[in-house]
Structures are given as structure tokens and as C-alpha cells.
């Protein structure tokens, strides 16, 4: 059973990097999937980190990075409050986590 999960969790960055670049996907979608990328790029909690984790946390890295101008866009010009205050928060934790390199 964890193999097939295993393999489903290493192809996430590829489907969440083709969801985000779809122009069609919505801005709570765009939220969403970012927010999938950010829980891959903390790795598993309370288990030691595998060779696949430090390549998946790399990979989505680069997702999270190239969905910074995606993220601006729906804080500074998005009518949901909720929506702003969550790509706020996505910001904030790129600039802090991901762009320092943790």
C-alpha cells in the first residue's frame, strides 16, 4: 500500500506546477494547490527525510517561487477578503521559508 502512495506523492509537484501555469484555474484553486506545494516543501512530520523528499521539497520550491506573481495578483486585486488574506499568508511564508533557503 505505501508504494502506490509513495509514487502518487513523488508525480504531486509535476500536476501542481500543470494546475497552476492552467490560466483557467480559479483563484481559490490557484490557493489551494499552493498550499499542497507549501505542506510538500515541509516534508513529513515526525519522520526522518528520505532522498525523495529533499528532491519533492525542491521541486516544490521552484513551484512556490514561480507562483509568487500568481499570488500578488489575488492579494493586491481580489474582491474575497479571504482569499487576499490567504495569499498573504502564502507570501509571507515563501519570503521567509523559501526564499531563505530552509
Known amino acids: 500500500m505505501q508504494k502506490p502512495l509513495l509514487e502518487g506523492v513523488a508525480e504531486l509537484p509535476a500536476i501542481i506546477q500543470s494546475v497552476l501555469s492552467n490560466s483557467k484555474t480559479s483563484p481559490g484553486g490557484r490557493l489551494l494547490w499552493v498550499g499542497l506545494a507549501i505542506r510538500i516543501f515541509r516534508g513529513p512530520s515526525g519522520e526522518a527525510a528520505t532522498y525523495g523528499d529533499a528532491e519533492n521539497k525542491h521541486k516544490a520550491a521552484e513551484i512556490l517561487k514561480a507562483a509568487v506573481p500568481a499570488l500578488e495578483t489575488i492579494r493586491d ?21 523559501v526564499g531563505s533557503g530552509n
Open 77 to 97: 486585486d481580489h474582491h474575497s477578503a479571504p482569499l487576499r488574506n490567504t495569499a498573504a499568508q502564502h507570501l509571507l511564508f515563501i519570503a521567509n521559508q
